[in-house]
């Protein structure tokens, strides 16, 4: 089992950054054993969408709408991601994702993102 935990939400101007965390927590086992760790989102109305994702060789993909504005990174087992450029459009509950062994997936109860003026 994996327990994922997310910080670092808030309230932010349009144009502001903040940086989300997520740290994973379990046996050595399975946290060796995580393949990937992504972002996800779901803002009020709409489908859980996919935002950015790293692999544990530290490949990195991204979504269109953050490419150039977000980085998600990693280091032992904490996942971060700076968010840059912020749009309203961004705001949404983030949450982390952890797939261990190639096909199990973990989630985290997310953070909350808001961008307003």
């Known amino acids: 089992q994996v327990q994922l935990v997310e910080s670092g939400g808030g309230l932010v101007q349009p144009g502001g950054s903040l940086r989300l965390s997520c740290t994973a927590s379990?046996?050595?086992?399975?946290?060796?054993?995580?393949?990937?760790m992504s972002w996800y989102r779901q803002a009020p109305g709409k489908q859980r969408e996919h935002v950015a994702r790293?692999?544990?060789?530290?490949n990195t993909n991204y979504a269109d709408f953050v490419k150039g504005r977000f980085t998600i990174s990693r280091e032992k087992n904490t996942v971060y991601l700076q968010m840059n450029s912020l749009k309203p459009e961004d705001t949404a509950v983030y949450y982390c994702n952890a797939v261990q062994g190639g096909f199990v997936n973990y989630w985290g109860k997310g953070t909350l993102v808001t961008v307003s003026s």
């Open positions: 379990g046996s050595d086992f399975v946290i060796n054993d995580i393949n990937a």
């Open positions: 790293i692999t544990s060789g530290r």
